[in-house]
């Protein structure tokens, strides 16, 4: 079952702040981010192995509240090269270690200048 | 350079027509995935593997089918059992999924249209 993220879209202007949620039903190892351009592949941002944890990236960061099941990306100051739709990946716990790798619905970011 | 490569970029078949996507990868990872991109709906997984001569079904598997007999290799055969077949196929791997701290890589995809 996919993660859900939260919102689906949304437009900033440029320098503009967002975070963009995503959240599981089942008990989660570790969560991704991934941007995807246009047509593109997409490309790794982040990972987040444990509760609580918290990483940057730029002015892009995240966090994982391993008791919830949720995690937040935070793009602050947003630059025009952040447009893109971004995903959350999720993997499951089970006893025999990590398995799959599933993601999300994706949130469209659309940055104006 | 390492990397993972998808072919072809374009992808056109007859309905009822099975049809094999083909999935490379030379960056010596142990997982390999094939997801489903439609628009709306984010990336589905349809196949994963995480070591050779082992995969397992995703969220989406009816109407696919895979192999993977060497680490470097995982293609994905779309059958005529698929009911709705046309869309934007993406393969990843990542090294062993029980590993840490490790994303996954994608290639740049399979646009696959049935007519």
């Known amino acids: 079952q996919q993660p859900v993220q939260s919102p689906q879209a949304v437009i900033l202007r440029e320098g503009e702040d967002a975070v963009i949620n995503c959240s599981s039903s089942?008990?989660?190892?570790?969560v991704h981010w991934y941007r995807q351009k246009h047509g593109e592949a997409p490309v790794f941002l982040m990972i987040?192995?444990?509760?609580?944890e918290q990483k940057g990236h730029e002015k892009i960061s995240a966090s994982f509240n391993e008791k919830k099941q949720q995690s937040s990306l935070y793009l602050t100051a947003s630059q025009l090269s952040y447009s893109g739709t971004y995903f959350c990946?999720?993997?499951?716990?089970?006893?025999?270690?990590?398995?799959?790798?599933?993601f999300g619905t994706g949130t469209r970011l659309t940055i104006i200048p | 350079d390492g990397g993972i490569t998808q072919s072809p970029k374009y992808l056109f078949r007859k309905e009822g027509q099975n049809v094999t996507l083909s999935c490379e990868q030379n960056?010596?990872?142990?997982?390999m995935y094939w997801y489903r991109q439609d628009p709306g709906q984010g990336l589905r997984l349809i196949y994963y593997?995480?070591?050779?001569?082992?995969?397992q079904k995703g969220d989406i598997a009816e109407g696919y089918s895979v192999s993977r007999e060497k680490k470097e290799s995982f293609p994905l055969t779309v059958t005529s059992a698929q009911k709705n077949p046309t869309a934007f196929y993406l393969c990843?791997?990542?090294?062993?999924?029980?590993?840490?701290?490790?994303?996954?890589?994608f290639g740049q995809g399979t646009r696959l249209t049935v007519v």
């Open positions: 990843a791997s990542s090294i062993d999924l029980w590993r840490q701290g490790y994303g996954a890589f």
């Open positions: 089942k008990a989660l190892y570790s």
């Open positions: 987040l192995l444990k509760g609580g």
């Open positions: 990946g999720t993997e499951e716990r089970s006893n025999f270690g990590n398995e799959k790798l599933t």
């Open positions: 960056l010596n990872h142990d997982a």
């Open positions: 593997s995480q070591i050779v001569n082992d995969f």
